[in-house]
């Protein structure tokens, strides 16, 4: 039997999808890769602060203990990255004072202008940090991710009617 072919975006042309029905008579069916039927851990509540953390970093692990704790989405397997999470938030906060404290230029040992170091660390931890709150649903990108799978499809259809009568409602003709 001769492949088909579809086309795609611009002039390539690739082989048609095949059905689960048939990559399973032909033998390469592969079961999905989604998150439906997989193992799961029991969720946790998050403790204090590790007794090795300076105030700064347990300060930022309460900050985030309650708003993790709020989202109920911690297993035992994301301890490590939530305590990554409070140091990165305290050194963060340290870059920033330092910048506040140095400015953002500083004179070098030749006398000329050179870019505070407090500014590369500020921008290397910013990232790190800002992937881990996405990670953990704490940036609109990373919440609506996190909706998307823990969303059945009653409260898709109950959102969705909601969605329907505001926009009536918010549209009404004035009698």
Known sequence: MPTKYYPRKGNSRGPMAQSDEEKKRKGTYQPSRSLAGTVQTDLIEIGEAPEDFTPNQKEHWNIHAVILNELKLVTAADMPLIREFAILGARLTEAAQGISDHGLVYENANGNPAKSPYIE?????????????????????????IRAVTMTKEDEIKERSEISVANLLKNKPQI
Not at 122 to 145: H, L, V
């Open 121 to 145: 660390i500020y921008n290397t931890t910013f990232d790190r940090y800002s992937s881990i709150c996405s990670d953990f649903g704490m940036s609109p990108k990373g919440r609506q991710r």
